[in-house]
């Protein structure tokens, strides 16, 4: 599993472990998790032809029978040597609630490695005393310190992003604040670090210990501080666009309107799929209120419909994520002469109280 908070860069290092993977002749198999359904995570590794199934509609905590069920359809489908889970970016207590009932009751079939967890820099930054900047409330920092409590390899990703005064800052306070685990640095994005993580997921198995302690009531309240919202919108115009700028438009009115009521991104992320294209995909990425969106993927030409999906989560209410991304939506003519953005599915909602299927302090 790579697990790391909402925004850490999950979905990237996924990519990059699958295919250092195939590299190696080994086919690998991937499975998305969320509280809703319709993930862009899904939508890009697909893209880029990786077998993935997703289970929505809870974390894998709680859909411990969906995760071993998933497992066995890529089983049926294309044999994996290797199945990569990403959490939930609000989930803790994966240990055990998830590899320690994987070992107990399936160890005749699986072995589990080491628990990653990423850390987006600039957001650890903050958390720990050291740079400026809007945060989280207390009770959403406690899930993310929990996570970090239980990683067994803490991987800083995104390492160019801050200095390396910065980056020795917060390694310092990592070892000190959780000095069982092994802290690496890496950069999903230009491949930095990568290898030497790899080789440890490949090399080592989780090592068994007495789980963590976790307040469920607590853990239950920060992830009820947090709004979600997935939506579908269909993009048309009589006349070509571009793609690539009508998202990244996008991106920055959901930025302004939820700023302006005091909402904090957790993650915001974007895919457009143009009609009839075949796996073409651009994709956008907000991580924080005050950082500016970036896309990732481009699309080289201009199209003239398609679908976007969209996931949006913040330390908000569910209501204001619904504003901000329907007023977003219906200011895009003015910018986009003709653009029509017909909305096709919008779920948005708090997450409820975590209830794991199984809960085991060790795996004996």
């Not at 990403?86 to 009932?101: K, R």
């Not at 990423?118 to 009770?139: H, N, T, W, Y």
């Not at 069982?180 to 198995?205: K, Q, T, V």
């Not at 651009?282 to 005050?290: I, K, Q, T």
């Amino acid at each position: 599993m790579i697990g790391g908070f909402l925004g850490a860069g999950k979905t990237t290092a996924v990519a990059r472990l699958a295919a250092a993977l195939q590299a190696r002749g080994l086919r690998a198999g991937l499975i998305t998790n969320d509280q809703g359904s319709g993930l862009v995570d899904t939508t890009v590794l697909r893209a880029r032809g990786f077998a993935t199934e997703e289970i929505p509609g809870g974390c894998f905590c709680c859909r411990f029978n969906s995760l071993v069920d998933a497992a066995g359809k890529l089983t049926t489908a294309t044999r994996p040597d290797v199945f990569i889970a990403e959490p939930v970016g609000s989930c803790t207590d994966l240990v055990a609630t998830v590899t320690y009932p994987l070992r107990r009751i399936y160890g005749d079939r699986f072995t589990i490695a080491p628990l990653s967890v990423l850390v987006d820099p600039q957001r650890a930054l903050r958390v720990f005393g050291f740079g400026e900047g809007r945060a989280f409330s207390d009770k959403v920092l406690y899930i993310y310190r929990k996570q970090l409590e239980e990683a067994d390899l803490v991987i800083i990703n995104k390492c160019e992003t801050v200095s390396a005064a910065d980056l020795a800052r917060l390694r310092d306070a990592l070892s000190r604040e959780f000095p069982h685990a092994e802290i690496l640095n890496a950069s999903a994005r230009n491949g930095d670090g990568l290898e030497e993580w790899f080789g440890r997921l490949l090399s080592h198995e989780q090592v068994a210990r007495k789980a963590m302690e976790v307040d469920y009531e607590v853990y239950a309240d920060g992830e009820a501080r947090l709004g979600w919202l997935n939506a579908t919108v269909q993009l048309g115009a009589a006349v070509e666009f571009d793609a690539n700028a009508v998202l990244e438009h996008l991106a920055r009115g959901i930025q302004q309107r939820l700023d302006a009521a005091g909402g904090e991104v957790a993650h915001l992320k974007m895919t457009f799929s143009p009609d009839g294209g075949l796996n073409d995909l651009a994709a956008v990425n907000l991580v924080r209120s005050d950082f500016v969106p970036e896309l990732s993927l481009r699309l080289d030409q201009r199209c003239g419909a398609g679908q976007l999906i969209l996931n949006l989560r913040a330390e908000a209410a569910p209501d204001a994520l619904k504003a901000a991304v329907e007023m977003s939506l219906a200011a895009l003519p003015v910018q986009f002469s003709g653009l029509r953005a017909g909305l096709e599915h919008l779920e948005h909602f708090r997450p409820g109280k975590p209830q794991p299927t199984h809960r085991l302090l060790s795996p004996a």
